[in-house]
């Protein structure tokens, strides 16, 4: 029971990720109901429904889709300085563990990558964006 110690931190950490991305999904679905209760209210009363209000339900559901190049960015900023800090941190858990440095370094390095592609893909988002004349939206 003493070696469960590192992997109980370990469960903790994918579950609480778990527990937020499920409280995010939950958290959507709920926002979308509570737009469309209007509509379904006046329908279930048998009220007729303009157009104009069904047209623009469906286009703000349509604009809230697409990828923001600025939500990729801040995410590609963030996962970097989060790779460049746990690299700096593979330098001091070194002076203790020396077989330590490489394993975490290599992590940092990962994290890295994985910031430099959200910030290709925002480009990459900017570009097609301005292809398709839907920039600024």
Do not use: S
């Amino acid at each position: 029971m003493e070696d469960f110690g590192p992997f109980a931190v370990a469960i903790a950490f994918w579950v609480f990720l778990g527990a937020c991305a499920i409280a995010g999904i939950i958290a959507d679905y709920k926002k979308r109901q509570a737009a469309l209760e209007p509509i379904r209210a006046a329908v279930e009363r048998g009220q007729p429904i303009d157009a104009a209000v069904v047209e623009r339900f469906m286009q703000l559901e349509i604009q809230g889709r697409g990828l923001q190049a600025v939500h990729l960015r801040i995410a590609g900023i963030i996962t970097v300085a989060t790779g460049v800090g746990v690299a700096l941190l593979a330098f001091f858990i070194a002076q203790v563990a020396p077989r330590g440095l490489y394993p975490i370094f290599g992590g940092g390095v990962v994290a890295v990558c994985i910031g430099v592609g959200l910030l290709l893909a925002a480009r990459a988002v900017d570009a097609q964006a301005r292809r398709d004349g839907t920039h600024g939206n």
